[in-house]
């Protein structure tokens, strides 16, 4: 869909996971999304490989909003293996879905227990970076918030209410009418403003930098893996009447190496600025950068 923020025209894809844990056994409930996430890396590999570079379509997921049923006392075992799996290839942003179920002190209470879970579990959700020295009140006390509201409890809703004669997105209830964008009954408003507006461009750089690094990185090692069991086939097979040809190979296989261990000193260089600028541990979530056009409109892809 097409959607326009403060001015800026945005084009966003969302991947929904119909039946995601509705098996009698969940044990592989997380290998479709993550065949979905390493297909998208290996398409994006194969085009930046090519020849014609220049107009790259970049369907890698940048960020995945899991939700969290708002019953129980925080992450089931289901959600916690999704979590182990994926949290080295994506951004995982924390969500509470039916928010409006719960009073504020049980929201504060799972929000509390969620986030417990993750930190013994060693779970490597997104981390908010740390704002610059120079940026205004104002924005460095929306940060403040956004981050104290991990995870976001959210209230959605596909009708539109008339309240006091004004048309907002709610429910009603017998008691009232809970109101989507309202901060008061809902975190919405702030995931929607961390997703799209402040820390978009953030989602997308660690993706670039830090996941899809990784990801390149071990597919040109398997490749010179490869290759390596290749020549050494080929040398035992052929005898020494090869020789000659052989050498050229190694000589490629050898740069292949010397390519692979500068991706590594660039990936392990990029992870030290990360921390550097206070975005936490290595592994966090995937959005790829915008394009501008020089007329105030950039494309974006943001997978869920």
Known sequence: MDIE????KLRLT?????????????????????????EQFRQYFTDESGLNRKNIQDNRVHCCLYFVPPYGHGLRQIDLEFMRRMHRKVNIVPVI?????????????????????????????????DCDSDEDEEFKQQDRELKACVPFAVVGSNTVIEVSGKKVRGRQYPWGVVEVENPKHSD????????????MQDLKDVTQDVHYENFRAQCISQISQQAIRERSKLKRDSGPQFESSITDTDRLLLQKDEEIRRMQDMLTQMQ????????????RSQLSSPKSDGDNKRDSIVNV
């Open 5 to 8: 923020e403060r001015g800026v």
């Open 97 to 129: 879905s039916k928010a409006d179920t719960l009073t504020s002190a049980e929201i504060k209470r799972l929000k509390d227990r969620i986030m417990a879970d993750i930190e013994d579990h060693k779970i490597q959700i997104y981390q908010f970076p």
């Open 188 to 199: 919405f408003i702030k995931l929607r403003t961390m997703l799209i507006s402040t820390h």
């Open 272 to 283: 030290e600025k990360l921390k550097a600028k206070g975005h936490g541990p290595m592994f």
């Open 14 to 38: 969302v991947v929904d996971t119909p039946g995601f844990g509705d098996a009698i056994n969940c044990d592989e409930s997380w290998r479709a999304c993550c065949s979905y996430i390493d």
